[in-house]
């Protein structure tokens, strides 16, 4: 019996995890993620859970130690924020290369510098290319949802790759709204037992994982590596749809908000889909063709479907909570537009960035912004496609 | 059970040959013998930091490793091996494995002094069982010789190069087995080669059967970096000890213990002469050099002493 | 089940790669010859062993094999020939050029 509550994200994201019941948990604190393993320890300390709850003194040494528990045969995970992933970059790598299938709970938060506690997204935007599959909440529901299905994802024989579960620092992880949750036997049975092919304690035989591969391997092996994240795109929709029986709550790649006939979109990730559905709304009660994507799926990044879902779009504005500093925008920008191009679409594409270090995003700004790319289509002309949203000037 | 050489000597080899480590190496010394800890027939996952050892033992398709092994990074082998444990506890707690495991993780003092110093320092506190083997050759070997926080005072080093305004690396080594020894685990313990590796392979015993946390320190000569003829290793390893460069000891449960007093303590030259590092402190000149050398082994040796004492 | 690694050479495609680059299975550096590091090789004069075993540890490529408390011949294809183990020897029962 699903069950009605009242929710932060981070508590969701920690219900999930108890229900999960992942053999190790290795967690290191930093605002915003904190509260997820503070939540899980209070499980840990009475008895709700079996997991190994290891209390580390970095986050590198969380996701090292994640990495161990996971190479060694434990379904394991950790959780973080900003700069503590940014510690764990180089780690993030070799999870992906030994094709570990671990999660991590992220609560996006702003890099230094200047050091900022509240949500952007230039955290995980500064791992997106370090093969793990990332997938973006926009409320405490989706984070949970997104929890639930992360290791069936991850585990599938065909991805066997690490996970990244997106939710947007304070906004998400700490507003308390209302969910469904799943009971505990439902989740359990949907996540199953985790069987490792291979793994260092397996009695039957030893394994040896992390070589040095010279030149004549190295690449072969990326490419290898790459074939998972092929796969990922349709274990993502197939977990989503088994997902979809038992709760009821149906998702995708990415979220199209009445796209039917829309002549302008935007396209975002995260907290800020709600506030831009908002103003879609408004404006559609105006009579104005307008509609929003809201990616789920950032990598493996669904470009194809996106170009496909943007095909009859006049002009789309892309809102990236990151800065790339290339001068042209920032990283979803990039990606869409490149997904543009390569379908030779004709819309106007303009990238805003928006909502750095927490900086609040409101409908009317959005309402500004669908208030341009009409102006872009009766012009028929995008000026200048790298633009920012709500700072000062 | 009493030590018995040949016994030890008998068990079956955990370090296959194969591996890519220079010729004359102390490194893989220092890792089969610490391997002949494990009793017969206990299953072990073997940890590692990036290092001459990883790249050298475990090259693409090739392993030199018998059992179950993990190389993660340079910076986190005590993490790593946490995670290991770690998971270890959670499948027998859910009654997924019947079998006994135990963890060593070797890593040399550049990845175990300097950059993974702090997920030592972690792993040891929280007190995983767990051994942490620092192949200890006081140096960036790897890499091409370059000074560590391990390396001796006055060591030719590539960057510490001696030259018209120096006279090789400024500053002592870290004492890090003391270091460890202030995190209060059950086992901390020092040595080399000497004595037909009776000292090694009992430390290494009580080290991996030792519940919860060891550390272990072994001096491991480098032919390259220290500059000495490669047959040499047994003589050089027995000077570092007569000298008491290299003392002998064990902290167990926060006693310290001394294992091994010299009859005559050595000068400190006798150790010094036999590698091309130090060659420069044998020139007209620099007497007041291994006079300081000196002064500061005594002074450790005299701590150790009265460490052992209490 | 244990890799075969005679499957992965240099030439090898990347399909035919082990997953996450892990190899199952222990001791594969055998098949890798570090003999042929070094033309100088110690000699063993059996007749002058006393199967002390002293030279048993200073090995760094394990290559003095023991059975039944007996060292055996020497693993030449994998020896580099460092020479550490002449000098362990107390009977003068293993040789080698250049090493006294």
């Known amino acids: ?393 | ?310 | 089940m244990a890799t075969d690694i005679k499957n992965l050479g240099v030439k090898t495609k990347w399909q035919d790669l082990t997953e996450g680059m892990i190899i199952v299975g222990s001791g594969t550096s055998k098949d890798f010859n570090t003999g042929e590091w070094s033309s100088v090789k110690p000699e063993f004069i059996e007749e002058k062993c006393k199967q002390c075993l002293l030279c048993v540890p200073v090995c760094p490529d394990s290559c003095i094999p023991v059975k039944d408390m007996k060292r055996g011949a020497f693993d030449l294809e994998h020896c580099k020939g460092c020479g550490i183990c002449v000098k362990s020897c107390p009977f003068g029962a293993i040789t080698m050029e250049g090493v006294k």
Not at chain 1, 59 to 86: D, F, K, P, Q
């Open chain 2, 1 to 310: 059970m009493a030590y018995n050489f040949k016994e030890t000597m008998n068990k079956p080899e955990r370090l296959a040959p194969g591996h890519r480590m220079c010729a004359g190496c102390g490194g893989t010394i220092a890792v089969r013998n610490v391997l002949r800890g494990l009793h017969e027939g206990d299953k072990a996952v073997i940890g590692n930091a990036t290092g001459c050892l990883e790249v050298s033992t475990f090259t693409y398709p090739y392993t030199a490793w018998e059992d179950s092994y993990i190389h993660n990074a340079f910076e986190n082998a005590g993490a790593t091996m946490s995670g290991v444990e770690g998971a270890y506890n959670a499948l027998k707690r859910k009654g997924k494995l019947d079998e006994t495991y135990k963890f060593i993780t070797f890593g040399g003092d550049g990845g175990t002094y300097d950059i993974g110093f702090q997920s030592l320092s972690g792993a040891m506190e929280r007190n995983h069982d767990m051994v942490y083997v620092c192949y200890d050759n006081g140096a960036y070997m790897n890499t091409g010789i370059q000074r560590s926080s391990a390396t001796p005072m006055y060591a030719d080093t590539t960057t510490t190069p001696v030259g018209s305004e120096s006279n090789g690396k400024p500053q002592n080594r870290k004492d890090l087995a003391a270091v460890i020894a202030a995190h209060d685990i059950p086992y901390v313990a020092q040595t080399t080669f000497v004595q037909n590796f009776k000292d090694l392979h009992i430390k290494s015993e009580k080290a991996i059967y030792t519940p919860g946390a060891a550390f272990l320190n072994i001096m491991a000569p480098c032919p390259r970096g220290w500059r000495y003829d490669a047959p040499d290793i047994m003589e050089i390893c027995k000077l570092g000890v007569e000298t008491c460069y290299w003392p002998l000891f064990e902290v167990v449960e926060g006693k310290w213990i001394l294992n091994y007093e010299p009859k005559k303590k050595l000068p400190i030259e006798e150790f010094l002469c036999k590698q091309g590092r130090f060659k420069h402190l044998f020139k007209k000149g620099n007497e007041h050099l291994i006079e300081a050398f000196q002064k500061e082994v005594d002074r450790r040796w005299e701590e150790l002493q009265f460490r052992c004492s209490k």
């Open chain 1, 1 to 393: 019996m699903a069950k009605r509550e009242r929710l932060s994200g981070n508590e969701a994201v920690a219900i999930a995890l108890r229900q999960i019941n992942p053999d190790v948990f290795p967690a290191f604190p930093i605002t915003p993620s904190t509260e997820i393993p503070q939540y899980f320890s209070t499980f840990v300390a009475n008895g709700q859970v079996d997991t190994e709850f290891i209390p580390v003194e970095s986050e590198h040494s969380s996701m090292s130690a994640t990495i161990g528990a996971s190479a060694a045969g434990a379904r394991a995970l950790t959780a973080t924020s900003s700069c503590g992933l940014a510690y764990m970059w180089e780690e993030l790598y070799i999870a992906a290369s030994n094709r570990l299938p671990l999660a991590l709970a992220l609560v996006n938060r702003a890099l230094s510098g200047p050091i900022n506690i509240n949500c952007d997204h230039s955290d995980s935007m500064g791992a997106r290319d370090a093969g793990w599959i990332q997938i973006y909440a926009e409320n405490n529901q989706e984070a949970y949802d997104n929890m639930v299905q992360a290791f069936r994802i991850a585990e599938h024989k065909d991805v066997r790759l690490p996970i990244m579960i997106c939710q947007d620092g304070f906004i998400t992880s700490h507003a308390v709204e209302n969910i469904e949750l799943l009971d505990d036997d439902t989740v359990k049975n949907f996540v199953g037992e985790y069987e490792p092919e291979n793994y260092l304690l397996n009695p039957k035989e030893t394994m040896a994982v992390g070589p040095y591969a010279i030149t004549d391997y190295y690449m072969e092996a990326k490419r290898n590596q790459a074939e998972g994240m092929k796969h990922a795109v349709d274990v993502v929709k197939v977990i989503a749809k088994e997902f979809a029986t038992i709760s009821g709550r149906e998702y995708g790649l990415f979220e199209e908000y009445r796209m039917e006939d829309a002549e302008t979109a935007i396209v975002i990730i995260g907290s800020a889909a709600g506030t831009a559905k908002d103003a879609v709304d408004a404006l559609r009660e105006k009579g104005e063709k307008v509609g929003l994507i809201k990616i789920r799926l950032y990598r493996p990044f669904p470009a194809d479907e996106l170009a496909q879902a943007l095909q009859n779009v006049k002009a789309v504005a892309i809102m990236d909570r990151a800065e790339g500093y290339t001068n042209h925008g920032g990283p979803l920008g990039a990606d869409v537009m490149s997904a543009l191009y390569r379908a030779k679409a004709q819309a106007f594409a303009v990238n805003y960035i928006y909502g750095l270090g927490g900086r609040d995003v409101r409908v009317e700004d959005i309402e500004g912004v669908f208030e341009t790319l009409k102006q872009i289509v009766a012009d028929g002309d995008a000026g200048e496609t790298y633009r920012y949203l709500g700072v000062r000037e």
